[in-house]
């Protein structure tokens, strides 16, 4: 998708074993998702990571072959951002979804509609 490069961003990274997201967006986000459910399986996703990078090997040089091998925890780490975006993808569409087809029509019969879609679906939509 050309997010993630496919380089050796991550591949000397020979030590690196445990990865702690800062508050941003996507902690923003993640905390504003509808069902608490979504919310506890980002977040286990997110601390995936900590459980394989541990365990996969860093990249190396192989002598050898004289060329510069990629290792697992550049692999692993790519892998592990690109399944965080995919996931958190389909939750705000169906977080989209719910708003669309379930808030709007509820507070669409107490209000009028432009306030419904001016001010209160704004206000739920995610970060």
């Known amino acids: 998708n050309g997010l993630i490069p496919h380089d050796n961003t991550f591949g000397n990274c020979f030590y690196l074993s445990h990865v702690d997201l800062v508050e941003g967006e996507l902690q923003k986000t993640i905390t504003a998702l509808y069902m608490e459910e979504w919310r506890n399986n980002m977040n286990e996703e997110i601390d995936s990571i900590n459980q ?10 192989n002598d050898d072959e004289q060329e510069y091998v990629e290792g697992e925890k ?29 808030v709007a029509p509820a507070f669409k019969r107490f209000l009028p509609q432009d306030i419904v ?11």
């Open 74 to 102: 550049a692999m692993a780490t790519r892998a592990w951002i690109e399944s965080i975006l995919r996931q958190l993808g389909h939750y705000k569409a169906e977080h989209r979804r719910i708003l669309d087809e379930d």
């Open 52 to 61: 394989i990078l541990p365990t996969v090997a860093a990249a190396h040089y």
């Open 117 to 127: 879609m001016n001010n209160i679906l704004p206000f739920l939509d995610l970060p």
